[in-house]
């Protein structure tokens, strides 16, 4: 599943090219996807594309002046799949769900397993998640701390808890934690200040090398131009069970946390 390195490397490639663009029509193919209240966005243009928590937001000018923007808000999900194409050519039309038409180049929408969503708000902060973004400057040391006081869970299943920090999923909770150095068993009640303090750090540290790279690919993501990320080459611990730590030597370890595996290096994380 996209996690925040892949969802903002898709905001940031459609930016440039879907900014200034009109609207020349948007179809729904999925039936699952009409359920929600669809605006005119005929003659509309794109404002901004960024990323909110796993979304692509993508902001539309008022229909009218002096009438109201409107934000798209499209969560990947598992499989789901959001492409610029440039040209007028035909969509590859497996599995596509909506697609919007521009008075020049095409936004597509496909997604296999179809869990994905597509959502309209009338402000980005409607469309914004729970937790706080791990790269906000907003979340100083002191708040991290206190988000984590009192807390029984694992820090590793704590790092993924989508209402506290938005967008950390499994691989870079488990990258993060060998970063920091901190075993993703430890209970977050037991973290000291300097070891919150790395976590945080290492945090906003792989996260950003993360979109320096595109992102990580493991089986469906795609970036916008229909490329596949590469920062699965810089994983230390992330699906390298049985092979030697690269900073120490010592074998990686898998284990499993509410379901999901998790990776770890006894010789480098307390
Ligand atoms: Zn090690």
């Given at each position: 599943m996209p996690e925040l390195p892949e969802v903002e490397t898709i905001a940031r490639q459609l930016a440039p090219r879907l900014t200034g663009r009109v609207v020349r029509d948007l179809r729904i193919h999925d039936p699952k996807l009409r359920s929600t209240r669809r605006?005119?966005?005929?003659?509309r243009s794109v404002v901004q594309v960024c990323r909110s928590g796993k979304r692509v937001l993508v902001g539309f000018s008022p229909a009218a002046p002096g009438g109201a923007a409107i934000w798209m808000a499209v969560h990947l999900r598992m499989t789901g799949r959001l492409t610029w194409h440039p040209d007028g050519k035909a969509p590859e039309?497996?599995?596509?769900r909506a697609r919007i038409r521009f008075d020049r180049g095409s936004l597509l929408f496909h997604d296999t397993r179809r869990l994905g969503t597509l959502t309209w708000h009338p402000t980005p902060e409607d469309a914004a998640?729970?937790?706080?973004?791990?790269?906000?400057?907003?979340?100083t040391v002191a708040r991290f701390a206190s988000m984590l006081a009192g807390g029984g869970q694992s820090v590793k299943v704590w790092l993924m808890r989508q209402d506290r920090l938005a967008g950390i999923g499994n691989i870079y909770a488990s990258e993060i934690l060998f970063a920091a150095g901190?075993?993703?068993?430890?209970?977050?009640?037991?973290?000291?200040r300097a070891e919150i303090r790395k976590l945080l750090g290492a945090t906003r540290r792989i996260l950003r090398r993360a979109i320096r790279n595109c992102g990580t690919t493991f089986s469906d993501f795609q970036d916008a131009r229909g490329v596949t990320g590469s920062y699965q080459r810089y994983l230390?611990?992330?699906?390298?069970?049985g092979a030697a730590c690269r900073r120490c030597g010592r074998i990686i370890e898998r284990f499993v946390q509410q379901q999901r595996s998790t990776f770890l290096c006894g010789g480098c994380q307390r």
């Open positions: 605006p005119r966005l005929r003659n039309r497996d599995h596509l998640p729970e937790g706080v973004d791990p790269l906000s400057p907003a979340l901190i075993s993703p068993k430890r209970s977050v009640a037991t973290l000291d230390a611990v992330y699906g390298r069970e």
